[in-house]
Structures are given as structure tokens and as C-alpha cells.
Nanobody, 115 residues
């Protein structure tokens, strides 16, 4: 049973930074595609960042160079480093992975950006 577990969310002031982590129960590089999604209250789940084979990265337009997605083979962990956070970044952030035709989700971690 593959599990993805997020952590690192919390309350941060506008302009601050957070690093989200997603720990996998199996080899993080066995996923051909991994991503971070977010869902704000009353909104739809949207893609934030994706990392694929060869650690190729892609970002939503609203990221505007503020976030970085990465993964660590030794720790079986994917990260989302978020900087210059805005109030509109407030959402539940979910880790997602695609592996051998199956899709996996974490339980989500809340990020609140507020003064």
C-alpha cells in the first residue's frame, strides 16, 4: 500500500516562507510524475507544481517564480519550497503521485497566509 504523507503547513504572514514535505512509503523516484495541488475554501483543486522524469519541473502561472518543487531520493520525500507568500495562497495543499498507472494522494496540509 503506497502512502503519501504531507507536513509543513501552518500559519505564516504575507511575504513569509514555508516548506511543505511529502514523504512516500516507497521509492520517490518510482513515481513517473509527482505534483502539488491546492484547494481553497469554496474553490476547485488546482495544480501548483509538477515534477516528472529527469526532475523536469512545471509551475502554474500564479506561482510567478515564488515556489520550487524538488525531491530527495535518500529521504523518499518531495518538497514544495514556498516564498513571498500571499493571502491568496491560503489553501489545503495536497501531494499527488502517479506510479504504474495508479494515482495516489496525501491527506493534505493547511497553509494559511494572514497577518
Amino acid at each position: 500500500q503506497v502512502q503519501l504523507v504531507e507536513s509543513g503547513g501552518g500559519l505564516v504572514q504575507p511575504g513569509g516562507s514555508l516548506r511543505l514535505s511529502c514523504v512516500s512509503s516507497t521509492n520517490i523516484y518510482s513515481f513517473n510524475r509527482m505534483a502539488w495541488y491546492r484547494q481553497a475554501p469554496g474553490g476547485q483543486r488546482q495544480s501548483v507544481a509538477v515534477i516528472t522524469v529527469g526532475d523536469s519541473q512545471g509551475y502554474a502561472a500564479f506561482v510567478e517564480g515564488r515556489f520550487t518543487i524538488s525531491r530527495d531520493r535518500a529521504k523518499n520525500t518531495m518538497y514544495l519550497q514556498m516564498t513571498r507568500l500571499k493571502s491568496e495562497d491560503t489553501a489545503v495543499y495536497y501531494c499527488n503521485g502517479e506510479r504504474y498507472g495508479s494515482v495516489y494522494w496525501g491527506q493534505g496540509t493547511q497553509v494559511t497566509v494572514s497577518s
